[in-house]
């Protein structure tokens, strides 16, 4: 099952505008598929141009009131896509063909790595608890998650993650 990817994470307000207005216009091109978004496209056209009015007035300005009307604004747009995202998922069942028509992006399945090698420039610092050490290694590539084991008796060993 293909899910909605936000794609939102260090957009810039101008970026903003390009990504909400392509949102917008492949929705409202695709209304077969997606007849009922909240807010509504006109509702999501018009915080669209709001932000675009409040970048503009930022370039001319920039004054404080300037820069709260347009961080306003961006938290309104950012919102609604977040609501179109919640509305696209549910829509498309998942299919990843649906969501593109969109334009959102389809997150990317992650897979397991595999047996992973020792772990490269192991090391061990004391921290302020008895009994307690925090491990730190390098980080083998395209890995983000490791399970540590440990035993508290070496005969017979007795491993616990």
């Not at 300037?66 to 950012?78: H, K, L, P, Q, S």
């Not at 829509?91 to 990843?96: C, E, F, K, L, P």
């Not at 969501?99 to 790595?113: A, D, N």
Request: charged residues 20%.
């Amino acid at each position: 099952m293909a899910r909605v990817k936000l794609g939102l994470t260090g957009l810039p307000a101008t970026g903003l505008v390009a990504k909400a207005q392509a949102l917008h216009d492949a929705v409202v091109a695709n209304a077969t598929l997606f007849p009922n978004p909240m807010p509504s496209p006109s509702d999501l056209q018009s915080q669209i141009d709001k932000l675009v009015a409040a970048n503009a007035a930022v370039d001319a300005n920039k004054g404080r009131k300037e820069y709260m009307d347009r961080d306003n604004a961006d938290a309104t747009v950012r919102e609604s896509i977040k609501q179109w995202a919640g509305y696209v998922q549910m829509v498309s069942g998942g299919d990843a063909t649906t969501i593109k028509l969109s334009t959102f992006e389809v997150i990317r399945k992650g897979s397991p790595v595999g047996e992973l090698p020792p772990p490269r420039n192991l090391g061990a610092r004391l921290t302020n608890f008895t009994g307690r050490a925090a491990l730190v290694w390098e980080r083998e590539e395209g890995t983000d998650t490791h399970h540590v084991y440990m035993s508290t008796s070496n005969d017979p060993f007795n491993w616990e993650l």
